[in-house]
């Protein structure tokens, strides 16, 4: 093949620094479409952004040229930036320094954009600690739970 020819989805989800509440919630829906566009911008398919006042959940198709690594590295500089031009109430916003994220089946993308979807509902059982080590668990990633809140 004298081409790459891929489709790789992939869950991705990071946090705001100390996992504050600080995401104006009445307007999680802008600052998702504003890093949805940072994804297809950086030559992957955004498929769905959501999450709460804590964190983002992204569900994209990965391109052959970008790794997950150069990826967050830009959305969080980008979106970062942006946030703090959009809110001058959140002057010293930045995210964690982490991420994690998972492969996903394309027999599961439609579960899994709508979990995305429904994240304000499903964090009024569960929170984000709970889901993501959830996450961590159910994919068997071994990590240290020290590490997870710094």
């Given at each position: 093949?004298?081409?790459?020819?891929?489709?790789?989805?992939?869950?991705?989800?990071?946090?705001?620094?100390?996992?504050?509440?600080?995401?104006?919630?009445?307007?999680?829906?802008?600052?998702?479409?504003?890093?949805?566009?940072?994804?297809?911008?950086?030559?992957?398919k955004?498929?769905?952004v959501?999450?709460?006042?804590?964190?983002?959940?992204?569900?994209?198709?990965?391109?052959?040229?970008?790794?997950?690594?150069?990826?967050?590295?830009?959305?969080?500089?980008?979106?970062?930036?942006?946030?703090?031009?959009?809110?001058?109430?959140?002057?010293?916003?930045?995210?964690?320094?982490?991420?994690?994220?998972?492969?996903?089946?394309?027999?599961?993308?439609?579960?899994?954009?709508?979990?995305?979807?429904?994240?304000?509902?499903?964090?009024?059982?569960k929170?984000?600690?709970?889901?993501?080590?959830?996450?961590?668990?159910?994919?068997?990633?071994?990590?240290?739970?020290?590490?997870?809140?710094?």
């Amino acid at each position: 093949m004298s081409q790459p020819l891929n489709k790789i989805y992939t869950h991705i989800i990071f946090s705001t620094k100390n996992r504050e509440d600080i995401l104006p919630p009445r307007d999680l829906n802008n600052i998702h479409r504003y890093i949805g566009g940072i994804i297809n911008r950086n030559l992957c398919k955004s498929i769905i952004v959501g999450g709460t006042a804590n964190h983002i959940h992204i569900l994209c198709e990965l391109a052959s040229t970008v790794s997950i690594a150069m990826l967050l590295q830009e959305t969080k500089r980008s979106s970062s930036k942006w946030i703090k031009n959009e809110y001058p109430e959140l002057p010293y916003f930045s995210w964690q320094n982490g991420y994690a994220a998972f492969s996903v089946s394309q027999s599961k993308v439609a579960a899994v954009t709508h979990y995305i979807c429904h994240q304000q509902e499903h964090h009024q059982k569960k929170s984000f600690r709970e889901e993501l080590i959830e996450f961590l668990e159910s994919y068997h990633v071994e990590y240290n739970e020290e590490y997870l809140w710094t």
